[in-house]
Every structure is written in structure tokens, then in C-alpha cells.
């Protein structure tokens, strides 16, 4: 088993910055990829960003190029996320997974440990 444990995030201006991490326990040999995922309320669980554990390249959904960095520091296995230029439609629900990712990363379907959730709001 594998607990994600979530910090961060909270209530920003537009074009503002913040940062999520999420920190890995258990079985942390058990997944190879891990990624941040939002849900807004009305809408479906959407892929933002994933990294593979081995280092091998970041992979962006649109609403985060060019804004949001993914990032994971495998000796403390901790993933995060920094957000910067935050837009109102930025606000949602975001979650940290882990998973084995034998397909598409950005996919919600490829995860199978996820962390609690904690909300970021985007509004002046």
C-alpha cells in the first residue's frame, strides 16, 4: 500500500503563485509514475502534470503549460507542484496520484494511490 499525504495550497489573487507537495509512504517501490490531477465542482477529474519516478521526462496537460511545474525529489518522495500565473479557472480540487502508468500518464485510470485532496481558489 501507498499513502499520499497532501500540504499545501489555500487561496491566491489571480496571477498569483502557489505550491502543493505530496509526500510518499509504504510500498513507495510499487508505482513509476506519479502526477497531479484537479477536479472543479461539475466537471471530471482532469490530468495537469506527471513525472515518471526514474526521472524520464515531465508530461503537462494544457491548462498547465507554461504556468504549473512538476517536480519530484525521489529521496524524500515528495512530489510537487508549483503554480504560478493562477487564473479564477485554475480553481478546483487538486490531488497528488501514484500509479504504474503502463499508458497515457495524464490518464485518471493509470492511478491507483491518491492523496487526500486539498483545495486551491483563484479569485480577486
Known amino acids: 500500500q501507498v499513502q499520499l499525504m497532501q500540504s499545501g495550497g489555500g487561496s491566491v489573487q489571480p496571477g498569483g503563485s502557489l505550491s502543493l507537495s505530496c509526500a510518499a509512504s509504504?510500498?513507495?517501490?510499487?508505482?513509476?509514475?506519479m502526477a497531479w490531477f484537479r477536479q472543479a465542482p461539475g466537471k471530471e477529474r482532469e490530468g495537469i502534470a506527471a513525472?515518471?519516478?526514474?526521472?524520464?521526462?515531465?508530461w503537462y496537460g494544457d491548462p498547465a503549460k507554461g504556468r504549473f511545474t512538476i517536480a519530484l525529489d525521489s529521496a524524500k518522495n515528495t512530489l510537487y507542484l508549483q503554480m504560478n500565473r493562477l487564473k479564477p479557472d485554475d480553481t478546483a480540487k487538486y490531488y497528488c496520484?501514484?500509479?504504474?502508468?503502463?499508458?497515457?500518464?495524464?490518464?485518471?485510470?493509470?492511478?491507483?494511490?491518491w492523496g487526500q485532496g486539498t483545495q486551491v481558489t483563484v479569485s480577486s
Open positions: 513525472i515518471r519516478t526514474g526521472g524520464r521526462g515531465e
Open positions: 496520484a501514484a500509479g504504474q502508468c503502463a499508458g497515457s500518464l495524464l490518464d485518471v485510470n493509470e492511478y491507483n494511490y
Open positions: 509504504g510500498s513507495t517501490f510499487s508505482y513509476y509514475c
